[in-house]
């Protein structure tokens, strides 16, 4: 078994509709009877952390994992054209952590298939994936505190004023935000900062928190009291030390939701 920590988030919605729950191998699908490593992973939801087998690519050690509906049998002729691959890593000793983020491909050219679209992105939390992709996901928090990592990369790009987080009705901006937007919980544009993350970092404390994410569709800028109003808040738990994936998703821009996923401070 490899000593990386991979789990997979499913966001997989084909045409706007919540796609199946699927079953993930770690061992490509050709027919034969096969254990998946993941069973029954639902849309909206990420998976527990597991620790694949390793396979050897041109004398390398990897890892590769693949996708099937939940409850299809892998031992059918069919399986290997149902299925798909959906990512993995070159296991390069790292001890490295990884979420793979399963979402629908927005292109024209689709495989037939039960998991026609079905696209793979990874974020890499610590360690190296061997491809060139390294963590930490952010800079750890202060000693004590806590920090939120939004994660905007599934909002749907159809046109907006922006989009903003807040975290117990607070409008604290992230550590990172648009410095052109000043004292409003604005999550785009975080890559403007010298911090080095893909994400927008809140930070906050340990404990359980109330937390919304806004769209304001108006060119302008909204007041922070506009932005409580407009709350459909979720729990989010953190403990002393941790950081949280927060997945902004939906297939509108009035239809978005939140999935925090943990990260763990040590690999699982």
């Known amino acids: 078994m490899s000593d990386a920590s991979i789990r997979v988030v499913n966001l997989y919605a084909p045409k706007g509709k919540p796609g199946p729950a699927l079953d993930i191998y770690d061992t490509q699908l050709t027919g034969a009877a096969a254990t998946p490593i993941l069973t029954n992973v639902t849309f909206g939801t990420a998976s527990s952390y597991v620790h694949p087998r390793l396979l050897s690519t041109f004398g390398q ?3 590769e994992l693949f996708a099937l509906p939940a409850g299809e049998n ?4 069919t399986a290997n054209d149902d299925s798909k691959g959906v990512g993995g890593l070159i296991d390069d000793g790292s001890n490295a952590r990884i979420t793979i983020v399963l979402s629908a491909d927005t292109g024209s050219v689709q495989i037939p298939g039960p998991l026609s ?9 610590s360690g190296d994936d061997g ?7 952010a800079p750890p928090p202060p000693a004590g505190k806590a920090e939120i990592l939004v994660d905007q990369s599934l909002v749907p790009q159809t046109g907006h004023s922006g989009i903003y987080l807040l975290i117990d009705h607070s409008c ?10 000043k004292g409003l919980p604005y999550i785009f544009n975080a890559a403007t900062s010298a911090i080095q993350s ?3 970092i809140f930070p906050t404390t340990a404990g359980t928190h109330q937390v919304s994410v806004v769209s304001w569709p108006s060119a302008v800028t909204p007041t922070c009291k506009q932005l409580v109003k407009g709350q459909s808040p979720m729990s989010v738990t953190l403990a002393a030390g941790q950081q949280s994936l927060l997945f902004v998703y939906g ?3 009035t239809a978005l939701h939140l999935l925090a996923v943990p990260i763990q401070p040590s690999a699982a």
């Open 198 to 200: 893909a994400f927008a």
């Open 61 to 63: 050690k990897t890892v």
């Open 131 to 137: 491809q060139g992709a390294k963590g930490p996901a």
């Open 117 to 125: 679209g079905l696209s793979t992105s990874e974020r890499v939390e």
């Open 74 to 77: 892998p031992a059918t002729p």
């Open 172 to 181: 604290a901006p992230p550590l990172n935000g648009d410095p052109q937007i």
């Open 251 to 253: 297939s509108s821009l």
